[in-house]
């Protein structure tokens, strides 16, 4: 599963790890997280992440 990082603050979404604290489960895909979901560092939206190389 792909990695996507904040193009705001740098946090990497690990899909393996989820963020459970923000109601998203160990092994959510990337495009599975609900569309309301920001990140939990910067609070950018989910269109501020790209994925990682």
Do not use: R
């Not at 603050?9 to 979901?37: H, L, Q, R």
């Amino acid at each position: 599963m792909d990695k996507y990082v904040c193009t705001l603050c740098g946090y990497v979404y690990d899909p393996a790890s989820g963020d459970p604290d923000n109601g998203v489960a160990p092994g959510t895909k990337f495009e599975d997280i609900p569309d309301d979901w920001t990140c939990p560092v910067c609070g950018a939206g989910k269109e501020d992440f790209t994925k990682e190389d």
